[in-house]
């Protein structure tokens, strides 16, 4: 049998993706009458509109329809029932870049040409336009909030030591290569077929049935497969998806909305930026005593999901270390940018730098190694709680560590680079090491639910749908892995089928990394309803007791005293069919164990921690600030892998990702408040030259997660970009150098080649 769980598979569109084959939204044959739509931006970041004139876009040759806010039937709200962010503005501009209208014509040329056309007349306002500004006004998205233990002001008066420290983050495009795209085809009586790029199919068809003022019932979502998303299209997808549900409702033909790049970056959010200010507390050894931290979130210009995304900030500030006394406060700052959003990692990465900050801060100033203060202050028994009160339960971080450590042969390594540091007085090299535990689940315990719906075939043929989106990260491979163990069948019986909001409704979102843990158990509990159904029935058929029937191989074997029949798995369909026996069954499954206060900011949001370490190597060019990672050695808890092959993947990826994101993207906007960078050639992502020359990625073996996760399995799709932190450590690390670690040293992410040189100017001085 081929295609089990825990074995290494490829992904089921592998071929189809290298070669060309695969379809996306852009390659699904357009029936006749489609009109393609293009979006009228505001080019000011914050005012108020006092014109839109858009006549001369709607007698444009080929155009068929111009629609503002004023032309929506339902709501104009892409935020869902009860919230408010508009789908185009009214009267107040948020952000330049803003959707103002939507314009659809015959092609794609004439529409955009159209779109040109539109005369916009905005009365400009003072714009807020970074965190520093909206702290200074109190401008928020939402009320500040506060995670809390113990008595931090006490405590760090008490201790031995305090410093204090500020730096910042960027925030991150995501540059999925498949832009932002919806394909709306109208049906009978006003339904709408919405073929969707999304993480969130759910939302929209929420969405689209707010714009349009229906029933849920209306919109069916499908989803084949995204071009990436990477968090970037948990919300974003909607409101696309919205505009395009419009102007299909109001000229009855199929519309296409497909964001060109420029279009999509000045328009959709991204990661969220931070500052950050800090006091920490510690002893002589360096154990940390207290921490009082502030992480401020560029939020940009709605609510969106800035309150998940603090969150998770919030809960992951302790990273792998017990702190006995903690204060930290989130704020989500209101500027006039794109409203950020969910970016891989979901704020976890924006919140562990601090305590990585922090550590090598606290080596510093006591003159010690900062690895071993990590590992002093690693969460242990006895010290095990975090500060929200979850429990490190199957703590594995001294096991990472050891292990990174050993394979990537630290200790030799450091005496090696501090000698070619001492010998070489232009280039530099550094060495970072990252502990990493990241908790699994959603923060809001409602969205950790997931249904699938499993149909067997008489030929013995399987077709699989969940609520789960396929995004590249090789999620409907896990699943259908899942169901060949329970039928114990060839992977090739099952096919993966599109996402539809008419198969299983009322999902989550693909997000969290809880993808393959909550869709495979929703998966399993389908498929074994039907397993259940078909050994009563082959009992019953052969005369045998259920206990005699087993499935192995692709057949059925009914082991009887006396007797040893094998049936093709077919086959024993076919008779369950001719029995009528129902071989469709829906799943469903809600991760048990969570929950969370949201208010308090205390529970357990999640179901587990996946752990990890890195240890990174680096160099720097001290004259011109370009930098380079020479070696990444990497160690992941996947527990039980379902799919090592995918895994692997994943964790390089995500790994390179938030490389990107620390070392060399970089947004840049200008006084304006106008994102100037907005395609490959002023945004830069990492190439193939920039993955680490020695690149070791390695699985924690013998590490079944020990809650009932999916066949032991543990999320993946996140966790490993957090392991990119080791980056940042490192070119500190190199960047000290020069003042022959005298001195620790602030430096911005991302860490380009001018805020390396400025980094090392400081040491100059
Ligand atoms: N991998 C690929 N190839 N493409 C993606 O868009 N998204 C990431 C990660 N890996 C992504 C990816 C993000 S942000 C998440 S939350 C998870 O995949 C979602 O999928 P999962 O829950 O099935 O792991
Ligand atoms: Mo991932 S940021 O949770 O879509």
């Avoid at 629609?67 to 952000?95: M, Q, R, S, T, Y």
């Avoid at 999509?264 to 931290?293: I, P, S, W």
């Avoid at 092959?645 to 840049?668: P, R």
């Avoid at 805020?755 to 400081?762: D, G, N, S």
Wanted: proline residues 5%.
């Amino acid at each position: 049998m081929n295609g089990q769980v825990h074995t290494a598979q490829r992904h089921d569109s592998a071929l189809k993706h290298v070669t060309g084959q695969a379809l996306y939204i852009d390659d699904i044959p357009e029936p006749p009458g489609t009109l393609h739509a293009a979006l009228v931006l505001s080019p000011i970041a914050s005012g108020r509109l006092r014109r839109l004139d858009l006549s001369q876009a709607a007698t444009a040759p080929g155009v068929a329809g111009v629609f503002a806010a004023g032309d929506i039937p339902g709501h104009n709200n892409i935020a869902g029932p009860g919230k408010h962010e508009p789908l185009f503005a009214e009267d107040e501009v948020e952000f330049a870049g803003q959707p103002l209208a939507v314009v659809v014509a015959d092609t794609l040329d004439a529409a955009r040409a159209a779109a040109e056309r539109a005369v916009i007349d905005i009365e400009p306002t003072e714009a807020i336009l970074d965190i520093a500004t909206a702290l200074a006004k109190q401008a928020y998205v939402q009320p500040p909030s506060t995670i809390l233990r113990g008595d931090p002001d006490a405590a760090l008066k008490a201790a031995p030591h305090r410093l204090s420290a500020e730096f910042s983050v960027g925030g991150q495009e995501h540059f999925y290569l498949e832009g932002q795209i919806a394909f709306v085809l109208p049906g009978e009586d006003g339904d709408l077929v919405v073929h969707s790029s999304t993480q969130h199919p759910t939302e929209v068809q929420h969405v689209c049935a707010e714009i349009l003022g229906c029933d849920f019932n209306r919109v069916t979502t499908v989803v084949r497969r995204l071009g990436g998303g990477f968090g970037g299209k948990e919300s974003n997808a909607s409101w696309v998806a919205g505009a395009a549900a419009l102007a299909a409702a109001k000229t009855g033909r199929p519309v296409k909305l497909r964001l060109p790049r420029e279009i999509d970056m000045v328009a959709t959010g991204k990661r969220h930026g931070f500052d950050y200010r800090y006091t920490v507390g510690f002893d002589e050894q360096g154990r940390v005593l207290a921490l009082d931290a502030v992480l401020a979130a560029d939020a940009g210009w709605s609510l969106d999901m800035t309150p998940g995304v603090l969150a998770r900030a919030l809960t992951h500030v302790d990273n792998a270390y017990w702190i006995p006394h903690v204060r930290a406060t989130g704020y989500g700052c209101r500027t006039n940018r794109q409203s950020n959003t969910a970016f891989r990692g979901f704020g976890g990465p924006q919140g562990v730098v601090v305590m990585e900050d922090a550590i090598d801060r606290i080596a510093h100033h006591l003159g010690r190694d900062a690895n071993q203060i990590r590992a002093l202050n690693f969460y242990a028994a006895g010290r095990d709680e975090t500060p929200y009160g979850q429990k490190v339960e199957e703590n594995h971080l001294a096991r990472c560590w050891a292990e990174v450590k050993q394979s990537s042969d630290v200790e030799r390594r450091r005496a090696e680079i501090d000698a070619f540091n001492r010998t070489h007085p232009i280039l530099k090299r550094g060495l970072g090491l990252f502990p990493l535990k990241f908790g699994i689940s959603f923060n809001l315990p409602h969205m950790n639910q997931a249904g699938a719906l499993v149909h067997v075939y008489t030929d013995g043929s399987i077709r699989l749908n969940h609520g789960g989106t396929e995004m590249g990260q090789g999620l409907f491979v896990k699943v259908a892995q899942v169901v060949a163990e329970v039928f114990k069948v060839d992977l090739d019986r099952i096919r993966p089928s599109a996402t539809s909001t008419a198969e299983v409704p009322n999902t989550s979102p693909t997000a969290a990394s809880t993808g393959s843990d909550l869709n495979g158990w929703a998966a399993w509990e389908a498929a074994n309803t039907i397993k259940q159904r078909m050994i009563v029935f082959a009992a019953e058929h052969f005369g045998a007791a259920p206990g005699d029937i087993e499935f192995a191989d692709g057949t059925v074997r009914i082991a009887k005293p006396g007797s040893n029949q094998v049936v093709g798995f077919g086959e024993l369909a076919r008779l369950c069919w001719l029995g009528r026996v129902s071989l469709s069954a829906t799943g469903f499954y809600k991760t048990p164990k969570i929950h969370w206060d949201a208010a308090a900011m205390r529970g357990r949001p999640f179901f587990y921690f996946s752990f990890g370490a890195a240890a990174v190597e680096v160099a720097i060019d001290t004259l011109t600030g370009e930098s380079r990672v020479l070696r990444a050695d990497l160690v992941q808890d996947c527990g039980a892998s379902l799919n090592p092959a995918i895994d692997l993947g994943q964790i390089e990826g995500a790994f390179v990702q938030g490389q990107g994101w620390l070392t060399c993207e970089e947004l840049w906007w200008d006084n304006e408040g106008r994102l100037r960078t907005v395609g490959p050639s002023t945004y830069k992502i990492p190439g193939s030259r920039d993955v680490p020359a020695i690149f070791n990625v390695t699985m924690l073996e013998n590490a079944p997660s020990r809650e009932a996760t999916i066949f032991r399995s543990k999320a993946v799709g996140e966790p490993p970009l957090l392991l990119a932190t080791a980056i940042w450590t490192a070119l500190k690390d190199a960047i000290a150098a020069v003042g022959d670690h005298k001195t620790a040293v602030r430096l911005d992410a991302p860490a380009t080649p001018e805020r390396v040189l400025a980094a090392i100017a400081t040491l100059k001085k």
